[in-house]
């Protein structure tokens, strides 16, 4: 899993990667954009943004939560743009996690089905 909790985190992901803009994109539009309109952002306070990869499918999210998996997330909702799920997680009125993972073959079972039934039509 990479964290984006700042523009300079851009730098984790290639330029080339298809998530590359959709992260770009996000980063934009929640922190530089915050900040531009004279907003202090927080990761901690206000949330960032995750790129999941196949080897978190499974596995406890450690650089978040030290006990939940992808299937214990209470998602708000998940959207579908690009061939990239983008599911959102909100603790409260102020801090949310965007989680993007492509919409790959690795995305199966228990994962595809949670998916599939918090998608927006």
């Known amino acids: 899993m990479l964290l984006f909790k700042s523009a300079d985190d851009l730098s984790k992901v290639d330029s080339h990667n298809p998530a590359y803009h959709i992260i770009k994109d996000l980063v934009q539009r929640l922190i530089i954009d915050f900040e531009k309109e004279g907003y202090s952002y927080d990761p901690e306070a206000h949330g960032f943004i995750a790129l999941i990869q196949e080897h978190d499918k499974d596995g406890f999210l450690t650089e ?30 102020e801090f949310g996690i965007v989680f993007i993972f492509p919409d790959a073959a690795w995305v199966d079972g228990k994962l595809r089905e949670v998916i599939e039934e918090h998608l927006d039509p």
């Open 64 to 93: 978040i939560w030290n006990d939940w998996t992808l299937l214990d997330i209470p998602w708000e909702g998940i959207s579908i743009v690009d061939g990239f799920f983008q599911a959102v997680f909100l603790a409260n009125n």
